[in-house]
């Protein structure tokens, strides 16, 4: 994980603030921080329906998808060209993007290229690729990717590709030739291309023994991973992602999605949890998703799902799911913005699922193009989602309900891509159709980075909505957490949630900056709850109101310290508050904020007073 050998950041500048009231930070001092402390780098388990580390306290993971750049060929299906370049996402994503995890791809077809034989250069080039994440203090979890079951379904001269098995296994099945007919969308070959819909027919039967061979191509994979990893670094692991985006391709008469889940896809599951046992990923959970329709937002493509037969799925597994707005990717069912509270209900029923499962759950992919005739909702629509993962209410009546608010969600982002519209992929193998623009894939456009023209990391999208604040571990159990993070809409910003106005000075100590709140029940640790401290709150102009004390310009972390800021793991530059209460069972808050510049004593007092009464109120 975050090399949890004794490395030191560089000399940080930080700005002293005192842990109890305060208006004026004190004289700037240079500090060597350790970028690793002593809670930090513990496996991950699933107790109680929520991620915990070895303090036992709550982890939220945030992170993205790297990449799609395993659906194509440019690089034999690899998530980057080199591992210099595996390094380069790893630190932008870090320090540009907020993220503490990714969801790392891999490819089938690569790991098996021939029937029964693992390509272990290939399992090598990953695996190294995915020890430039765990060095940087990321967690992973793999996922084995797919998506319209094979590249080797589709002819030089179609309008679509796809990836995932191997040609091998396509061969197998003697498929027809593939045809969707009239479909704008890539998607709809899920359902409409015959030759797609009988291969994933097939796998799920596990005709030909073809099921069997991936099976055990991932205990190989998943050997290799363990083998080649420190035991460091394995900690950094957070589990496996069998099968993206699963589907029946055709269900059998009398038979239902629901049904299907229960007969065939577990079952799958059941199978896949052994082998990963099997590699010695037995403390590690399966991410398990479920029948790819479950929480479609169009009725017409809904289907009943969401592992309802699984039973309780406890510790060793997670449920997984994605989400995306398909009405509004269509450009027809959503005229117009998302608004406040848009995905409050979809995300809740995430949140319903994985209870009644009593599991954790993580949105491992949620996005929307950035390029085309729906892009203009691109800011309002991943404003939303994100609204959605912090919480299950709207910003409108999140003060007035904070109890409300549930737990706090983890997912990654579609997705982190450095070669975006810097592409040179043959499609289908096809010389004449060389794709460059976006993301290279069916005319995808998802990518929240590109590389500019000196090879510098840069943003596609605002950086207040991407690199947010959030509670990466909270010692004890969050009870509610909203952020308002003034994300833009082109030159609007757009505020959700405001401080009420019958909280007139936390409002006048946010002003128009951007703030969070967090209230969490203590779970008698010593470790301290973290958040992470995105750019935009450089330490000595972030300031904290909490029942711990107030800070303007908080300290660096001691140990004795109730409110601290400390560098995150991994050397990235990122950074992190430190929130210390070694209680058991006490509601502690905490406001976070860039907004005044130099909060006097009087209105650092005065909000305390105010959030400590409203927090009675509510609690």
């Known amino acids: 994980m975050p090399n949890i050998r004794a490395r030191l950041l560089v000399v940080l500048v930080v700005l002293f603030g005192s842990p109890t009231v305060t208006g004026t930070p004190s004289a700037t001092a240079a500090t060597v921080v350790p970028d690793t402390l002593w809670f930090d780098g513990t496996p991950l388990t699933v107790s109680n329906g929520r991620f915990t580390d070895g303090q036992g306290r709550t982890v939220v993971l945030r992170g993205y998808n790297v990449s799609g750049e395993t659906k194509l060929e440019e690089n034999h299906g690899l998530p980057f060209a080199s591992v210099a370049d595996a390094r380069k996402s790893a630190t932008s994503l870090r320090a540009l993007g907020g993220g503490n995890s990714v969801r790392f791809l891999l490819s089938w077809a690569h790991a098996e290229p021939v029937r029964g034989q693992a390509d ?3 399992l090598a080039a990953v695996t190294e690729q995915m020890q430039a994440f765990l060095d940087a203090g990321i967690r992973v979890y793999p996922d084995f990717h797919q998506d319209l079951y094979s590249r080797y379904l589709f002819d030089r001269d179609s309008w679509y590709s796809g990836d995932g098995a191997p040609k091998w296994a396509v061969d197998t099945g003697g498929y027809p030739d593939e045809f969707c007919g009239i479909c704008p969308f890539w998607g709809q070959n899920i359902t409409q291309n015959g030759a797609v819909k009988a291969a994933q027919y097939d796998f799920w039967r596990n005709a030909h023994g073809v099921q069997d061979a991936f099976l055990a191509t991932a205990q190989q994979t998943m050997t290799y991973i363990r083998q080649h990893l420190s035991t460091e670094e394995f900690a950094g692991i957070v589990g496996f992602d069998p099968y993206n985006e699963p589907y029946a391709g055709t269900y059998d008469p009398g038979r239902t999605s629901r049904t299907w889940e229960r007969d065939l896809l577990w079952p799958f599951y059941v199978k896949f949890r052994a082998r990963m046992d099997a590699a010695g990923w037995q403390d590690k959970p399966a991410f398990v998703e479920p029948n790819l329709f479950w929480n479609a937002n169009i009725d017409s493509q809904k289907q009943v799902g969401g592992l309802l037969d699984a039973g309780t799925l406890g510790p060793r597994y997670v449920f997984n799911t994605h ?51 729906v892009s203009d909702k691109a800011p309002t629509v991943l404003k939303a989602m994100y609204q959605a993962l912090d919480s299950r209410l709207p910003g409108a009546s999140w003060w007035s309900n904070p109890a409300g608010s549930g737990p706090v969600l983890s997912g990654s982002q579609w997705q982190w891509d450095l070669y975006n519209g810097r592409h040179h992929e043959l499609m289908n193998d096809n010389p004449g159709k060389v794709l460059t623009s976006g993301d290279a894939w069916n005319d995808e456009d998802l990518s929240a980075v590109r590389l500019d023209d000196s090879g510098v990391v840069t943003l596609r999208q605002d950086a207040r909505l991407l690199d ?20 833009r809409d082109g030159s609007t910003t757009l505020t959700w949630n405001p401080v009420p106005g019958s909280l007139p000075n936390v409002a006048r100590l946010v002003g128009s900056g951007q703030y969070g709140l967090l209230l969490w029940r203590s779970g008698g640790g010593t470790a301290p709850t973290e958040l992470h401290l995105p750019a935009s709150y450089p330490t000595a102009t972030t300031t904290v109101v909490s029942d711990l004390g107030t800070a303007h310009g908080p300290p660096v972390y001691t140990g004795t310290t109730p409110i601290a800021a400390a560098p995150e793991p991994g050397g990235t530059g990122s950074r992190r508050l430190l929130l210390t209460a070694a209680d058991s069972g006490v509601l502690h808050y905490a406001l976070v904020t860039n907004g005044a510049t130099e909060p006097s004593t009087d209105l650092l007092n005065a909000a305390q007073s105010e959030l400590a009464a409203w927090t009675v109120a509510h609690f």
């Open 120 to 122: 272990t250069a290939y």
């Open 323 to 373: 989400f995306y707005d398909q009405k509004a990717i269509s450009g027809i069912l959503m005229w117009g913005k998302a608004a406040d509270g848009q995905y409050a209900t979809d995300f809740g029923t995430i949140r319903d699922r994985a209870s009644a499962a009593s599991t954790a759950a993580v949105v491992s992919e949620f996005g929307h193009p950035l390029s085309g005739m």
């Open 468 to 487: 947010r604040l959030y509670p990466s571990a909270t010692s004890g159990t969050p009870v509610a957490f909203t952020y308002e993070d003034r994300s």
